[in-house]
Every structure is written in structure tokens, then in C-alpha cells.
């Protein structure tokens, strides 16, 4: 099993329309009635927009350096797929200075849990869009690399393609970068994403990581409940 450092970080990921942000946000509130002190997605870009800039050097330079292997990394496996963009590079500068902010974050704010909406692994589906590449070998080699450098725990939420596709075009306009799609058209691009899901969570029990699979069909407070009793287990061993 992946060492988890403290406080505990939990990634969550699934297909748009799972409800990662609403059961995550129902968890923190949950949990914050009772004591704990939980910080989201939200919290850390508040601290990001005013953050000093003591940290922003520490960042820029220590905290990039320690995590430029990662960097070359992602760099050397868009150069071998096409197209090679600045849009590329930038990613991959891009997600060694997040995961530094994220360390100097927790270590200023120090609370008890973090919960992320598809943090490492969001990063992860942008490169697999990009270079057309949604299921494979490939792409679980490339989630290998971003789970190693970030010991975390995962939530997985499980929606099938066509429910999310319902969800997603029954959204209201502004919500989704799925506005104004027909819905069949919904469902395809969910079903590309689906298997590249599926690459991320063999990755994840490739590497030994907490996994929690959850089923996004189920009625909210079950899956909150479940989430919390899962935190619960996971804090006390």
C-alpha cells in the first residue's frame, strides 16, 4: 500500500455528471460539524490568489526543481505523440508548480483532510484528449508517472456513459463544456472518456493506492455516508 502523507489528500474522479462535487462538498460539511478541518479545490485557489510571495519563490525554484524528473517525464511522452504544442509544455510546467503549491498549502493551512476534484488526474485527462489517446498501455504508463509523484487517496465515482450523457444534457447552459451538444453526440465523448477512466484506475491498483469505488447511480446520502465512513477507516488504522 502507497505511504500516505499528512494530512491526508483525496483525489476523486469519474465522468462529468458523477456528483464528485456535491458528495465532496456534503462530506466537508459533514465532517466539519463534527471537528474536522477539511479543505477543498476551493480553499486552496483562495490561498493561492493571496499567498505571499515568500512562497511563490520557494515554489518557482526549490519546490519546481524537486519535482522537474516528473516534468521531463510528461515532456518526453508528448514528444513521442504528436502534436507537440505549447499548449503541452505548459502543462507539464504547469503540474510540478500545482503539486509544489499544493505542499506549501497544506503546510501553511495544516488541516486534517483534503478533498480534490480530479487534481493529478485531471491534468491526465487533458493529455490523453489531446493526443487522441483515451484508453491503452500508454496512458496508464503516463498515470503511473503522476500517481507515483503524488501518494494520495482516490475516490472513484462510477456513472455509466449514457447516464452521465442524461445528466450533462439536462444541465443548465454555462455548466459544461457539453452546452448545446446533442445528446448522442454527449455520449460518445463520454464513452472515450470512460476508458480512459478505466486506464487511471488500473494505474491506481497497479500502484497499491486507497481506492474507493463508488457507485454514482446510488442516492447521494448513501454515497456520502459511505465516503465518511471509508475517511473514518482510513484515519483510525
Not at 512562497?55 to 514528444?79: D, E, M, Q, W
Not at 482516490?154 to 448545446?180: K, M, N
Amino acid at each position: 500500500m502507497a505511504t500516505l502523507v499528512k494530512p491526508i489528500v483525496i483525489e476523486s474522479f469519474g465522468l462529468p455528471g458523477a456528483g464528485k462535487s456535491t458528495i465532496c462538498q456534503q462530506v466537508t460539511a459533514i465532517l466539519h460539524q463534527e471537528g474536522w478541518h477539511v479543505l477543498q479545490r476551493h480553499d486552496y485557489y483562495r490561498w493561492l490568489q493571496r499567498c505571499p510571495w515568500t512562497v511563490k519563490v520557494k515554489v518557482h525554484t526549490y519546490g519546481y526543481l524537486k519535482r522537474f524528473p516528473i516534468t521531463l517525464k510528461i515532456l518526453s511522452y508528448a514528444l513521442m505523440r504528436p502534436p507537440l504544442n505549447r499548449w503541452s509544455q505548459r502543462l507539464a510546467r504547469t503540474l510540478a508548480l500545482h503539486h509544489a503549491y499544493l505542499e506549501e498549502f497544506l503546510h501553511s493551512t495544516s488541516p486534517r483532510l483534503c478533498l480534490l476534484d480530479q487534481w493529478t488526474l485531471q491534468s491526465l485527462w487533458s493529455i490523453g484528449v489531446t493526443h487522441q489517446e483515451t484508453d491503452g498501455a500508454p496512458m496508464t504508463t503516463m498515470a503511473h508517472m503522476l500517481i507515483t509523484d503524488a501518494p494520495h487517496a482516490y475516490i472513484y465515482f462510477h456513472l455509466p456513459p449514457e447516464v452521465a450523457a442524461h445528466r450533462v444534457a439536462h444541465r443548465p447552459t454555462g455548466q459544461s463544456r457539453f452546452d448545446d451538444l446533442p445528446y448522442h453526440d454527449i455520449e460518445k465523448i463520454l464513452k472515450q472518456y470512460e476508458s480512459l477512466l478505466q486506464a487511471i484506475r488500473i494505474a491506481i491498483e497497479e500502484q497499491k493506492c486507497l481506492l474507493l469505488c463508488l457507485d454514482a447511480t446510488k442516492p447521494v446520502p448513501d454515497q456520502v455516508d459511505q465516503v465518511i465512513s471509508w475517511i473514518k477507516s482510513m484515519i483510525n488504522k
